[in-house]
């Protein structure tokens, strides 16, 4: 069972940096496809961004310039960041991997972003 554990966020001030990391229980250089996404309250998942095997960080258009997708591979690790938060980056934030067909998922973090 592949473990992703989250972390970072909290409650925060707009214009604040958010970085946040998810830590994987597996080789994530291994991993077919890494990646994060949001769910704003009330709303559905959104896609930001995905990392597959061997490639550059694919980031959903509306996504793009907003947010920096990484991952580091001796650590085990990938990356979120924000720069400048605005309170409608409030949310839920979720890393997942995709191994073979099967996605694991962390647990999500909580960001709420006060002005």
């Known amino acids: 069972q592949v473990q992703l554990v989250e972390s970072g966020g909290g409650a925060m001030q707009a214009g604040e940096s958010l970085t946040a990391s998810c830590s994987t229980s597996t080789a994530i250089s291994a991993v077919d496809v890494v990646g994060w996404y949001c769910q704003a309250p009330g709303a559905q998942r959104e896609l930001i961004a995905t990392i597959a095997r061997g490639e550059e960080v694919n980031y959903v258009p509306s996504m793009e310039g907003r947010f920096t997708v990484s991952k580091d591979d001796d650590k085990n690790t990938m990356y979120l960041q924000r720069i400048g938060l605005k309170v409608e980056d409030t949310g839920v934030y979720l890393c997942?991997?995709?191994?073979?067909?099967?996605?694991?998922w962390g647990r999500g973090i909580q960001v709420t972003v006060s002005s």
């Open positions: 997942f991997v995709m191994i073979n067909g099967s996605y694991y």
